[in-house]
């Protein structure tokens, strides 16, 4: 079992806003990463850090963090968003990482 | 900008070692300052974090892991390596290497990713 838990599927309307959360106690120490991975393709950072967007990324996906929960919000998503999400971070003892389980969104 | 690619057998028998190397391009291994990694995706299923390098050859084991992986480094190929030993169906995934960076709170990223080599475990 994954020390990191998401959501196994969330959908959205087109144009609407989603959030995919990640919760684990190690998230009250660590930022959470977040990774898009469509079908057949190598995961992309799309998150890291406090609120951090890597180069080519669209300002409709940020990131938050509260207590436990790490959340990826993507604002007015796009058919081009539906993919599995993965959050990574640091396990509870901070000497290994770890991924959730992962989130399939699906655009609406 | 820094590429990943992997390589190594795409089928390995049951009881044998799956080695993979990681060839790092763009930018060399040696610069410090980022680890190295390898994850793995059963097919269908999720990520999995395999394990952590660094340059100097300090390593991070996936405790499930630990105990049949070996991760190494070579700086004057540019490559670092994955062994997996005593491998069974369960082994078959697709494999990837990444580079990770530690930021704010010393929390991890990986970027970028190889494009992954598939490695089936059959007889």
């Known amino acids: 079992s994954s020390e990191l838990t998401q959501d196994p599927a969330v959908s959205v309307a087109l144009g609407q806003t989603v959030r995919i959360t990640c919760q684990g106690d190690s998230l009250r120490s660590y930022y959470a990463s977040w990774y898009q991975q469509k079908p057949g393709q190598a995961p992309v950072l799309v998150i890291y850090?406090?609120?951090n967007r890597p180069s080519g990324i669209p300002d409709r996906f940020s990131g938050s963090s509260s207590g436990n929960t790490a959340s990826l919000t993507i604002t007015g998503a796009q058919a081009e968003d539906e993919a599995d999400y993965y959050c990574?971070?640091?396990?509870?003892?901070?000497?290994?990482?770890?991924f959730g389980g992962g989130t399939k969104l699906t655009v609406l | 900008q820094v590429q990943l690619q992997e390589s190594g057998p795409g089928l390995v028998k049951p009881s044998q070692t799956l080695s993979l190397t990681c060839t790092v391009s763009g930018g060399s291994i040696s610069s410090g300052g980022y680890y190295w990694s390898w994850i793995r995706q059963h097919p269908g299923k999720g990520l999995e974090w395999i394990g952590y390098?660094?340059?100097?050859?300090?390593?991070y084991y996936n405790p499930s892991l630990k105990s049949r992986v070996t991760i190494s480094v070579d700086t004057s190929k540019n490559q670092f390596s994955l062994k997996l030993s005593s491998v069974t169906a369960a082994d078959t995934a697709v494999y990837y290497c990444?580079?990770?960076?530690?930021?704010?709170?010393?929390?991890?990223?990986?970027?970028?990713w190889g494009q992954g080599t598939l490695v089936t475990v059959s007889s």
């Open positions: 390098i660094y340059y100097s050859g300090s390593t």
């Open positions: 990444a580079r990770v960076w530690f930021g704010e709170l010393l929390s991890p990223w990986f970027d970028p």
């Open positions: 850090g406090k609120n």
């Open positions: 990574n971070s640091r396990d509870s003892s901070g000497n290994h990482g770890v």
